[in-house]
């Protein structure tokens, strides 16, 4: 897609004179349940694509583990509560260090689903 739209509501916090808080229309990629966007707006080298969709799977796999109410719930108050930085946020590390087990070896296969499963354990959660 061209680039990732910020939702309609950010309009009317710009109106009131509130910053946005997280500006879409700069991510690579965002997961919506089993849906991924990837923006144009933010070139992807062809060496990242793989790690890049790797990473929004594992998100994939977090929204059917946790539910959609579930997920939204942890992913905003871990964003709040890592003050509001989006490389603080718990299933955002989780991830990453997914991610990184994938780009060390991606031919070695493992099983992303226990390895999601055992994270989310960590929340009192799976």
């Known amino acids: 897609m061209p680039v990732i739209q910020n939702p309609p509501f950010y309009a009317d916090l710009e109106d009131v004179g509130i910053q946005i808080p997280l500006d879409f229309r700069r991510m690579t990629g965002i997961t919506f349940i089993d849906t991924i966007l990837i923006s144009d707006a933010a070139p992807v080298p062809p060496t990242?694509?793989?790690?890049?969709?790797?990473?929004?799977?594992?998100?994939?796999?977090?929204?059917?583990?946790?539910?959609?109410?579930?997920?939204v719930q942890l992913y905003v108050n871990g964003w709040a509560e890592g003050g509001f930085r989006y490389e603080d946020i718990p299933l955002e590390r989780d991830a990453y260090e997914l991610d990184a087990k994938f780009?060390?070896?991606?031919?070695?296969p493992f099983d992303t689903l226990a390895t999601v499963r055992n994270q989310l354990s960590g929340y009192g959660i799976a």
């Open 48 to 71: 990242e694509w793989l790690p890049l969709l790797f990473h929004e799977l594992v998100h994939v796999l977090q929204y059917e583990e946790l539910g959609l109410n579930r997920f």
């Open 103 to 108: 780009r060390s070896a991606p031919a070695q």
